[in-house]
Nanobody, 123 residues
Framework: QVQLVESGGGLVQPGGSLRLSCVAS????????MGWYRQAPGKQRELVAG???????NYAVSLKGRFTISRDNAKNTVYLQMNSLKPEDTAVYYC?????????????????WGQGTQVTVSS
């Protein structure tokens, strides 16, 4: 199994910045794409940003330019740098990873989620 643990959330004033981290651990053979999603109260979970194993990125159109996703493959860690935060960015932010585990010589890829970290943007 693979575990994802997020950190870095909290309360920040409008215009401020936060950096989220997510570390993957467990019986990992490989990590493919990683990403960040968010879910605000009463809304569906939405993609924030994603990054492939070779560093290709994609962003929600409305967030590109303020948020930056990156990863450190050696540390099995993905980051989300969030700048110029707005009240509407308030949500629980979830880390997602598509990772492979090896069983009896075969690698199986599964989708994993972290437990989420709260980001609140308020004055």
């Amino acid at each position: 199994q693979v575990q994802l643990v997020e950190s870095g959330g909290g309360l920040v004033q409008p215009g401020g910045s936060l950096r989220l981290s997510c570390v993957a651990s467990g019986s990992i053979f490989r990590i493919n794409a990683m990403g960040w999603y968010r879910q605000a109260p009463g809304k569906q979970r939405e993609l924030v940003a994603g990054i492939t194993s070779d560093g290709s990125t994609n962003y929600a159109v409305s967030l590109k330019g303020r948020f930056t996703i990156s990863r450190d493959n050696a540390k099995n860690t993905v980051y989300l740098q969030m700048n110029s935060l707005k009240p509407e960015d308030t949500a629980v932010y979830y880390c997602n990873a598509n990772a492979g585990i090896q069983r009896f010589g075969t690698v199986y890829d599964y989708n994993y989620w972290g437990q989420g970290t709260q980001v609140t943007v308020s004055s």
